[in-house]
């Protein structure tokens, strides 16, 4: 259509019911359910592909750290069924199958408009529109504006001196090129020591003439004894499917680990001899169920302590070197508040000839130099670097649009001190405005398709609601937002993860408030609350009548 914009001048504005920022799994399953309303919508995407975080980060070794059966979406009966993983924990490539498999059996791509990045979003409070603006000109016009835009999608790039002087290839695990690196022959120089380095660092290992690790902060990582997926287990819960998804929907995260009757009880209130037993089965099973062995591991340092420290033995005990071991293991923070890494062979690479681990705490990197870097200490010369750096987490991608609510109100204002929401779907000030997966909800503390599928199907059940009741905008209240806050907080902290410095926090990204930005009060009981919420007739939000602001604009 054509409309004015603010200079009175002619412009083409496309005009939608909704607006979907991100084809990720979050975006994908959000048209799905948008088209199922009979509302149309058009998702915007920066990549040239559908799949979000498994389309970008496509390092050596990218894999997911929840397992496959509960990492997938469970929308569709017949899609879980049809579906067959490869592994225990899916590959990136396998996952990105997967989400295209779901574009294509979906028929979403004719929706999604890819290459175009989102630039801002505007609330026009007149019309009770969105005003949707992109890079490449586009001009959107939508009731509803949804952002999908994921928790880990904007990669950090450091603020480390001479970044630009390198003169060898360098790339970031988050932008990793489609066609691969072969580091076959190379020397090379990798920063970080997060997930997706402690994932890439084997790989890398076995391709690359010599590796140089910088790690900053050592990670607690638990093997994640990955491969086939045991076919009777996937026989059971393909038999079950309903079952297996309700109970990880009412669970702790999202996703179920091995049960131990000691989950309830605390781990200082059992013997030296249950605890062993209890972490070394833990380990030998592999997995985040590694923190969950006793009731309080996250909550009391004491108790943490001791997983801490056997985890500290194993590192010991699988890493030949004694001085790697020691700058290999985490001393001053919990187990589990930076998010704990599953690996295959992370510590075991370090035994390797052709690795070698630089501990950039002791002394830091001074300057990255056109062959390599110096800290502090020595110079080291590599053909490649890799930045394994992490993400703007959780605010980032939000933040990176320009969003501007009632009044012209720019959420980078309104959350210059840290994030606020309601529920972590919405934010007072900005009706008619979703999040899916924000912060203030369990997002990264859980099974993150768990949650998305929440989001989406609580937005679009708002949605249809909306629409059926004929209610012109929704918005969070202060109040409401204010409490929430206040809960998310309080539960926050009669837990370890503020003491922490983690992304959790924002603590990775300089100059960033150091707040803890998810909810831990547990996925089931956040799913009651916004279920509560919702029966209740939206509780905590303004619902402004479609018919009211007829009549009043009549008069
Ligand atoms: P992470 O977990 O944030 O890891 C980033 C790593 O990079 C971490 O070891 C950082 O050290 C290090 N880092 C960041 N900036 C610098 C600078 N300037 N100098 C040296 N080292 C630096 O990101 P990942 O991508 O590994 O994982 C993110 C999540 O994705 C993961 O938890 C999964 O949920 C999936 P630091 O710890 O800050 O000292």
Not at 17 to 24: L, N, P, Q, R, T
Not at 75 to 102: C, M
Not at 337 to 343: F, P, S, Y
Not at 346 to 353: H, K
């Amino acid at each position: 259509m054509n409309a004015s914009d603010s200079n009175g001048q002619q412009s083409n504005v496309q005009e939608f019911d909704a607006i979907i920022v991100g084809a990720g799994v979050a975006g994908l399953y959000m048209l799905h359910r948008l088209r199922g309303l009979g509302l149309t919508a058009r998702v915007i995407e920066a990549g040239d592909g559908v799949g979000g975080t498994w389309y970008w980060n496509r390092y050596p070794g990218a894999r997911c750290d929840i397992e496959s059966l509960d990492y997938s979406y469970s929308f569709s009966e017949e899609l879980q069924q049809e579906w067959t993983w490869s592994e225990r924990y899916a590959g990136q490539p396998e996952i990105l199958r997967y989400v295209n498999h779901v574009a294509d059996r979906f028929d979403l791509r004719r929706d999604i408009q890819f290459e175009t990045r989102v630039t801002s979003a505007i609330f026009d409070g007149d019309t009770a529109t969105w005003l949707v603006e992109t890079d490449a000109g586009d001009r959107f016009a939508a009731t509803y504006c949804i952002m999908a835009t994921g928790c880990l999608s904007v990669p950090q790039v450091p603020q480390i001196k001479g970044r630009e002087s390198f003169e060898g290839p360098h790339y970031y695990t988050g932008w990793w090129p489609h066609d691969g690196v072969d580091f076959t022959g190379q020397r090379v120089g990798l920063i970080g020591t997060g997930s997706s380095a402690i994932q890439s660092i084997p790989v890398v290992a076995g391709q690359a003439d010599h590796l140089y690790v910088f790690q900053r902060t050592p990670n607690y990582s638990v093997p994640a004894h990955n491969g086939p997926p045991d076919p009777e287990r996937v026989q059971a819960v393909k038999a079950n499917y309903p079952e297996f998804r309700r109970r990880a929907r009412e669970s702790r995260s999202g996703f179920l680990t091995a049960p131990s009757p000691y989950q309830e009880i605390s781990a200082l209130d059992v013997s030296e001899d249950v605890r062993r037993e209890q972490y070394e089965w833990r380990w030998s099973i592999g997995g985040f169920g590694f923190t969950g062995a006793f009731s309080d591991l996250l909550r009391n340092k004491k108790a943490n302590e001791t997983a801490a420290e056997f985890v500290r033995e194993r590192i010991r005990e699988i890493v030949d070197d004694p001085d790697t071991a020691e700058k290999l293991i985490p001393r001053d923070y919990a187990v589990g508040t930076k998010r704990l890494c599953l690996d295959t062979n992370y510590y075991e690479t370090y035994n390797r000839d052709n690795v070698t681990l630089v501990d950039i705490r002791s002394a830091p990197i001074e300057e990255i130099t056109s062959h390599g870097l110096r800290t502090t200490d020595a110079e080291y010369e590599f053909d490649t670097l890799v930045f394994a750096t992490g993400f703007d987490a959780m605010t980032g991608a939000l933040l990176r649009i320009d969003i501007r609510g009632r009044n012209g109100l720019g959420l980078r204002e309104v959350w210059q001190d840290g994030p606020k929401t309601y529920l972590g779907i919405s934010v007072a000030g900005f009706p008619n405005l979703f999040l899916i997966t924000g912060p203030g909800s369990p997002s990264v503390l859980s099974n993150m398709m768990v949650s998305i599928e929440q989001h989406v199907e609580w937005t679009s059940d708002c949605i249809e609601y909306m629409e059926e009741h004929r209610i012109r905008t929704i918005e969070a209240t202060a109040d409401a937002q204010e409490e929430w806050v206040e809960h998310v907080n309080e539960v926050g902290d009669s837990t370890l993860y503020p003491q922490t410095n983690s992304w959790y926090m924002g603590a990775n990204i300089p100059g960033k408030t150091r707040v803890f930005m998810p909810y831990v009060g547990g996925v089931g009981a956040y799913r009651e609350k916004c279920d509560e919420v919702a029966a209740e007739g939206y509780a905590g939000f303004e619902l402004e009548s479609a018919v009211s602001a007829d009549s009043s604009q009549a008069s």
